[in-house]
């Protein structure tokens, strides 16, 4: 099973390419149909964020595993990076409704409710780095 894959996000069949790759990723690690659509919703998001506000960045996806009491358990982690303007004020980013486009989406809130992992590192004039990792129930 491939474990990894990039897509890079310059245009909207970059954010389709993306949503594709992690569904099918998705799938193959063992997520059920509801979480395959939570991934490709947070994929979503994260890819039409790149494309909007840096025109262009990547979406890295990774399968990992961590061990728990129960035994090891397999996930996926999305590294959505740019080199954009950055994001000023994270906590504003953050708040349910805040939006910067006319734009319906979810927003980053929505992709942090969807996934259980989810930190911004962002430098303004320098770019974005989102990770999120959602992992098998």
Do not use: H
Request: hydrophobic share 40%; charged share 25%; aromatic share 6%.
């Amino acid at each position: 099973m491939e474990t990894q894959s990039c897509v890079e996000v310059s245009n909207e069949w970059g954010i389709v390419a993306a949503r594709q790759a992690g569904r099918d990723l998705a799938r193959k690690v063992g997520f059920g149909s509801v979480d395959q659509a939570r991934i490709t919703t947070a994929i979503s998001e994260l890819a039409r964020n790149i494309y909007l506000y840096a025109e262009r960045g990547e979406i890295r996806l990774e399968v990992v595993e961590t061990p728990t009491n129960r035994g090891i358990i397999k996930g996926i982690r999305i590294i959505a990076s740019d080199e954009g303007p950055g994001i000023p004020d994270i906590r504003q980013v953050m708040v349910d409704g805040f939006s910067t486009s006319s734009g319906l989406g979810a927003g980053l809130p929505g992709v942090k409710r969807l996934m259980d992992e989810f930190t911004i590192d962002s430098d303004v004039e320098v770019g974005t780095t989102i990770m999120s990792t959602k992992w098998v129930r």
